[in-house]
């Protein structure tokens, strides 16, 4: 038996500005709740077949590296969803990276880390 991930909870500072950006981000689909948090569906797609994203407010801001971070692959050119991810908010971070690995940091307006792929994972 084996588990998958079926979600990714993200804590935030502004849910507003989260759900926006993220929303954004993925083309997802959101439904606010009244708790202060926000979860974001895959759109189009069958459950379960991509994780969702839950936005969880904290009150609080971000405090150090990320433990955990999303891998984000484009479905066109990685480039061009870096350039269109920073018109929406995100912003180039510098994690130690070297300049020829196969992905581009980036972090989203609160300041969470996470990559864009040059393209999909492969064993």
Same mark, same amino acid.
């Given at each position: ?26 083309g997802?689909?959101?439904?606010? !709740? ?7 569906? %895959?759109? !189009? ?5 991509a ?7 904290? !009150? ?17 050119? %990685? ?44 064993r």
């Amino acid at each position: 038996m084996a588990v998958h991930v079926a979600q990714c909870t993200i804590d935030v500072e502004d849910l507003d500005l989260m759900v926006a950006f993220w929303s954004a981000a993925l083309g997802y689909e959101v439904e606010q !709740g009244d708790d202060g948090s926000a979860k974001l569906w %895959p759109s !189009g797609r069958p459950s379960g077949a991509a994780p969702t994203i839950w936005l969880q407010g904290s !009150g609080t801001p971000k405090q150090g590296k990320n433990r955990l971070h999303l891998d984000l692959v484009a479905d066109g050119d %990685p480039q061009a969803e870096v350039r269109r991810l920073v018109d929406l908010g995100a912003r180039h971070v510098d994690v130690g990276q070297t300049g020829t690995e196969g992905f581009t940091v980036l972090a989203d307006p609160e300041g969470n880390e996470f990559c864009v792929l040059d393209g999909p994972p492969t064993r």
